[in-house]
């Protein structure tokens, strides 16, 4: 059974994963508005990512006996300057999220709640990877500066990305 403390923070946690989601949707957006149809679709497989990872969190809530309470999604924003903008400031949001995972971990040590620190250990690793590959799209940005040859390729390699659910709901 999890603390009330910890299913609280939990719940924080989901509605954090929510907001991540509404982010990468209305990224997407912007980006088939703009006529960037890749990098639209790469922000709109975050979009799913950030799905599942609400999921992963509602579903361990509910194995664990805890109640999931789901709260409003605040706004986000809905425009960014530039492809390079857009990825400098999903690398802030990741990083945010990061803290806010490794809080979770802190605290369900503090509980000590080794069920919920070995499920934080699969978001960890997530978030490592999503570190990586923002600053690897962000340094392909600014290499490609103006050249909108390169903008053009950098955006149909993005279009290929799909989709993958992670194995961990697979395994409910």
Known sequence: MLSPKLQDALNEQINAEMWSAYLYLSMAMH?????????????????????????????????????????????????????????????????????????????????????????????????VEEEDNCHTLIDRLKLIGDNGLALYTFDQELGARTYVAPSILAAK
């Open 31 to 127: 980006f088939e508005a703009e006529g960037r149809p890749g990098i639209a679709n790469w922000f709109n497989v975050q979009f799913q990512e950030e799905l599942a990872h609400a999921e992963i969190f509602r579903n361990y809530v509910n194995a664990r006996g805890g109640r999931v309470v789901l709260k409003a999604i605040a706004a986000v924003p809905t425009t960014w300057a530039s492809e390079l903008a857009a990825f400098q400031a999903t690398l802030e949001h990741e990083e945010k999220v990061t803290s806010l995972i490794n809080n979770l971990y802190a605290l369900a040590e503090e509980e000590k709640d080794y069920a919920t620190r070995e499920r934080l250990n699969w978001f960890i690793s997530e978030q």
